[in-house]
Antibody
């Protein structure tokens, strides 16, 4: 079955760019009625949607992060990626990648990666 | 943004109890409402999509209802593995998708 795995540095310095990659295994990133998202969760807090990308390359971002976020896809590698620039301590969180299944009355995050902790600190 | 609220923020219940969690949207979202379960240190798991459709593999003791602004997640008979935090999420608007603050269900 399809699995997602996040990878990237666990520690990023303030003002630098956070870069994470999500590798999709067990299926093609381009198949089916799916698109791909990033979500984050600060320790002990709730979930925040960061953005989404279709395999066509079309994207939507959370307006609160839009000026700093770029999500891209590499279908040849079955991967999609997140870049978040000018990070501060407020960006410290567990970052999840997720598959989104869409249809009548729903866009739902049906498969999640295990999450990767990213700490912003000097 | 569409704001999502949940009540209660936490509850204590016993195995076998019927548990109901409420989610309210700040504007009508039709049936674009999903429910997730999250256990400590783990990624969320999709339980219910489109307000009332049970995700494949999820036990039938979980059910969802509602439309418009008011939604409910019900666990008909709480099991030991159901102690977790539950989140609702609206997918009506991508500006942005938003989650509720969560409801923690713990052991009484």
């Amino acid at each position: 079955q399809v699995q997602l795995q996040e990878s990237g540095p666990g520690l990023v310095k303030p003002s630098q760019t956070l870069s994470l990659t999500c590798t999709v295994s067990g299926g093609s990133i381009s198949s089916g009625s799916y698109y791909w998202s990033w979500i984050r969760q600060p320790a002990g807090k709730g979930l925040e949607w960061i953005g989404r990308i279709y395999t066509s390359g079309s994207t939507n971002y959370n307006p609160s992060l839009k000026s700093r976020v770029t999500i891209s896809v590499d279908t040849s590698k079955n991967q999609f990626s997140l870049k978040l620039s000018s990070v501060t301590a407020a960006d410290t969180a567990v970052y999840y990648c997720a598959r989104v299944v869409y249809g009548d009355y729903h866009d739902a995050f049906d498969i999640w990666g295990q999450g990767t902790m990213v700490t912003v600190s000097s | 943004d569409i704001q999502m609220t949940q009540s209660p923020s936490s509850l204590s219940a016993s195995v076998g109890d019927r548990v109901t969690i409420t989610c309210r949207a700040s504007q009508s979202i039709s049936s674009y409402l999903n429910w997730y379960q999250q256990k400590p240190g783990k990624a969320p798991k999709l339980l219910i999509y489109a307000a009332s459709s049970l995700q494949s593999g999820v036990p039938s003791r979980f059910s969802g209802s509602g439309s418009g602004t008011d939604f409910t997640l019900t666990i008909s008979s709480l099991q030991p593995e159901d102690f977790a935090t539950y989140y609702c999420q609206q997918s009506y608007s991508t500006r942005p998708f938003t989650f509720g603050p969560g409801t923690k269900v713990d052991i009484k």
